[in-house]
């Protein structure tokens, strides 16, 4: 074995050491608990799914570029997941009939995606997701941004911090393919054109505008300029003023601010990659200057589960990711402290008294005490100097003296001051102790 | 689009529908909480690795068969991991100099094997890896038993429901290598035979045995079939019988047994196929009649970070699979019941009053309770079925009597008695709906 192997993982996937997925837990465990407090599910599925399932309906960008998609040893064609909402639509496809609706579920887990590497691009995210399913209209869409916005708030961020961006894809769509009756691929590269905007220059994204869609450039400029929903409404042609689009638009946001969402911005130039999206879409922005960057996104995709032949549901959903998150948790110094060392560290003094201090540990740990016994049978000094660099609040040396006499002294760390027990007729000595540990 | 979709995942893989996924986190939790208590820290990584990882050294027939290895869209050979440690030594070498050892670490995850799909193969099962490193011996070897012992016991397993057993294949490299003097293929070969005893008969397995080793066969299979470890030992080489392997395997059963652990059995037939091991090996059975399977495997490898270069570090740990695990806990009656549903459904009456439901709903959140709002506008008879259907504990109405009065009532449905709320002077209202929410 000459050649040495690297230790660097995968190009574009993170190794997570112990500080690190504390931090990935602590992210899940606050989206979770939040989404529980609503009523949703947990659920989960595999990372391989049939390579079809993309290419059936779904951002055609993703499919033909970024998809991890190979053969397996029987000729199946895999993909490494590189979005949840298909998956859900799957499984609710798969038992349309019997599950209980409206339904409201959520899920954690890796995606995957074939990106070029650079700061905050990763090809394997972790991603929360939530999704209600069965109830069409504002009310479902208000109350999955109200558990976005909640999940913001349970990370102790300010709502000062982000904006909610919204815009309907009805609305655009009739206004690409009906309005200015752009054929479909045009209305496709316009959409794709308008979604990029804040990415390149102002006078490149015009030209390449009227590129694409000629002399309707101008209406199509003079709607995308609007400074808000009620002038962007105005502009519309009499008869579309008062449609559905328009109506649900004015009444999810009554319904947010109903509720004191307030940092709430129609966004004509919203428009969310995936083509399976039927109406609202939405993204909250982080609106810091460091890290300007969308958090959350998702909307109402009400025509899914029509891929695999089932009766359509109206369906709504959002995913947050952890890297964004990470970030901006960071910015605002929100990240969770590291956490405390276990409650108490047995030093052992002499080989012989193992046996005695596993006995031991074994007794406080169905007591609910986190116990680590030292193997090693270093001297004490160096056993203790252990225990503190690992961060464990209380200490204990078990040796002969302790075995015979059953008495044993806790020190705490943080304070250097020592607890001492000892056997009692009633045998209550490992209870007194563990209580002890557990208020620290 | 005409053809329609199948719903079925990917062959090999399950989809984890919540009370599914309830299950999965309820085996995750009891394993990750007995980690603690012995003062493990949790890690993760990417299931995505650099293919040489697995080729440089390991099951030589998992590389030949069993992986995913794909080449991705830049060139690289990548491999859906098919087990953790290798993964472990990777990040223990890639901070070898600064890791404070010793260390121990767990983690919950998902590995890929492409295997013929039947009973209890899957091919993506979940697997809690537990490991030690930093510490030499015996005494490491036990504490990692003790730790799969206490999780079985924190499942509610009785001793009697299942068998550690234990071997070195530092001994049994010694008889096939240096005693039999077997090449190296062939002591592989007698190896992988050994290790699939139980799985042929045993004229089979004689025959194939003889054929691979020759007349070496006979003082084989008398060490093969010695009843028992002294039997065992006795039938070694006087010089022989005194060696650190012996000695080792005598201390590791009688630190078993001073804990308590006395369902222990030597079984000088158990190899475990990776390649790595350098000591002890072991796995723990299931014995019942209807089940009767191997659930924990793991033992010694003490080189396996020269594969990159780094420092050899002693380590020791084990795996156990979520497949398995669930069978035993069935077999047992030991799966934990249905999650109850959340707290409290508010059922709206008259779509003007879900605002204010909305509102009441995010003060009982914020104390900690769990509640879904109906947004369906049906019927209210059929918004408290639904409500039943989904097991939520308690219902209540809200009404344009509730909203204007600020009054409200629960009815806790196991019993159906209803508990009556108003609002006072000093704003109290939602904590004692809490509370009594909170208490069932």
Chains 1, 2 share one sequence.
Not at 218 to 233: I, M, Q
Not at 386 to 395: R, V, W
Request: charged fraction near 30%.
């Amino acid at each position: 074995m000459e050649k040495k192997l690297g230790t660097a993982p995968y190009k574009g996937v993170r190794d997570f050491y112990p500080d690190d997925q504390a931090i990935q837990n602590y992210i899940f465990r606050v989206c979770r608990e939040a989404a529980e407090s609503f009523g949703y599910e947990e659920y989960g599925a595999s990372i391989l799914e049939p390579a079809e399932l993309y290419e059936a309906k779904g951002n055609e960008e993703i499919v033909r570029e970024q998809t991890y998609t190979f053969t397996d040893r029987g000729g199946r064609r895999v993909t490494l997941r590189p979005e949840f909402t298909p998956t859900f639509a799957r499984l609710l496809s798969a038992r349309r009939k019997t599950l209980l609706l409206p339904l409201r579920w959520f899920t954690w887990g890796s995606l995957y995606r074939y990106e070029r590497t650079q700061r905050g691009r990763t090809r394997e995210h972790w991603q929360f997701n939530a999704d209600l399913a069965g109830v069409p209209g504002t009310a479902a869409e208000a109350e999955i941004i109200f558990l976005a916005c909640a999940i913001l708030k349970a990370f102790g961020l300010p709502e000062s911090a982000y904006e909610v961006r919204l815009n309907s894809r009805e609305i655009m769509n009739y206004i690409l393919s009906d309005l200015l009756s752009l054929p479909p691929e045009t209305a496709i590269e316009a959409a794709r054109l308008i979604d990029r905007r804040e990415k390149v220059p102002k006078a490149d994204f015009e030209k390449n505008l009227a590129a694409a869609v000629g002399e309707k450039n101008e209406s199509l400029l003079l709607l995308l300029y609007s400074k808000n929903f009620e002038e962007f409404a105005s502009r519309l042609p009499e008869r579309e003023k008062s449609t559905a689009g328009v109506a649900e638009v004015r009444e999810l946001i009554a319904r947010l601010e109903e509720v004191g969402i307030g940092n709430v911005r129609f966004d004509q130039t919203l428009m969310r990659g995936f083509d399976y999206y039927t109406g609202m879409v939405f993204e909250i922005f982080d609106t810091s200057a460091e890290n300007p960057r969308s958090l959350f996104g998702g909307g109402r995709y009400d025509e899914l589960l029509s891929i695999f032949g089932a009766e359509n549901l109206p369906a709504a959903g959002f995913g947050v990711g952890d890297v964004t998150l990470r970030d901006m948790l960071k910015t605002y110094n929100l990240l969770p402290p590291p956490a405390g060392g276990p409650d108490l560290y047995l030093a052992v003094a002499g080989e012989k008294n193992l046996g005695y201090a596993n006995d031991l540990a074994a007794s406080l740990r169905s007591e609910g005490v986190r116990v680590a016994v030292d193997l090693s049978q270093r001297k004490i000094g160096d056993q203790l100097k252990y225990a503190d660099k690992k961060g464990f609040l209380f200490t204990a040396v078990v040796g002969e003296e302790e075995r015979e006499s059953g008495r044993l002294s806790l020190k705490r760390l943080k304070d250097g001051r020592e607890f001492a027990f000892s056997q009692t007729a009633g045998g209550e000595m490992v209870k007194e102790m563990a209580e002890r540990l557990k208020n620290g």
